[in-house]
């Protein structure tokens, strides 16, 4: 189980951190957030660089499951992660976008190991894609955006291509521009356990 | 201020009843048994 948690750790650590540093507003998007295993590793990272990071963190955690939903209200409630007025949880991204009263100057989508499933259906990184994109289009505070991505199966050339692939085609008519993925090893005591990766969009200049 | 120790704070979630939906999930996930083993002799 503890495993889960420093996947996310080496994620956050290689992708997250350097947003943290940069002072930004970061509104933290956890996409199958469950028992918030990213949400925590997150809460380690924001601290380092911001004594008030709870004012300037917003974290939204959203899951299919009810009862999902139910546990990360109450593990934020007892560990008090995240401020109250700085945190939802929801069923879907459009409910987020239409609830939160938060100007993000960045915006960071954790997908933890989302797309990793084999059974995922094959509609599902475009119309993941479409969604986000339209996400971030809702917040036009934000300059900055990354994708965060884990995955523990091997089998990354299936959906996470894919969806890359789909949010690439919006770099042609959004005002961000993403950025080829980064990839790297996450490893453990010299032990290759899984791949992490993260794509980066940055706002394009006025024309 | 308080830091966050997600290992400690999960460790404490994850004996609480609630988790159990949580724990089933996970045990079940896609991480293949072969890969798990490796992992765990790995040292977590």
Redesign the interface.
């Known amino acids: 189980?503890?495993?889960?948690?420093?996947q996310?750790?080496v994620s956050n650590n290689a992708y997250l951190d350097e947003m943290a540093r940069a002072g930004n507003d970061i509104l933290f998007v956890d996409f199958g957030c469950?028992?918030m295993?990213a949400g925590?590793?997150a809460?380690?990272i924001f601290?380092r660089y911001d004594?008030n990071y709870k004012q300037r963190t917003f974290y939204a955690g959203i899951d299919i499951?009810r009862?999902?939903r139910i546990?990360a209200e109450?593990?934020n409630l007892e560990?008090q992660?995240f401020n109250s007025d700085k945190f939802c949880i929801a069923e879907t991204l459009k409910q987020v976008a239409e609830s939160i009263d938060f100007r993000p100057t960045a915006i960071v989508f954790s997908l933890s190991?989302v797309l990793?499933?084999?059974t995922l259906s094959k509609t599902l990184p475009k119309s993941l894609a479409a969604e986000w994109h339209e996400f971030v289009e809702s917040f036009p505070s934000s300059e900055e955006v990354r994708v965060i991505y884990h995955n523990?199966?091997?089998n990354f050339h299936q959906n996470w291509e894919a969806f890359c692939h789909h949010l690439g085609k919006f770099s042609q008519t959004v005002r961000l521009s993403y950025s080829l993925e980064q990839r790297n090893p996450c490893e453990?005591?010299?032990?290759r356990?899984s791949t992490t990766a993260m794509i980066e969009g940055t706002k394009k200049a006025e024309s | 201020m308080a830091k966050v120790d997600a290992l400690e704070v999960w460790r404490k979630i994850s004996v609480a009843k609630i988790c159990k939906e949580a724990i089933h999930f996970f045990n079940q996930s896609q991480i293949p048994k072969k890969r798990y083993i490796e992992a765990r002799r790995g040292g977590f």
Do not use: Q, V, Y
Request: overall charge negative.
């Open positions: 189980m503890s495993m889960h948690i420093k996310n750790r469950g028992p295993t925590l590793t809460a380690e601290p004594n499951s009862n999902m546990l109450g593990i560990f992660l190991c990793s499933s084999d523990p199966d091997g453990w005591d010299g032990h356990a």
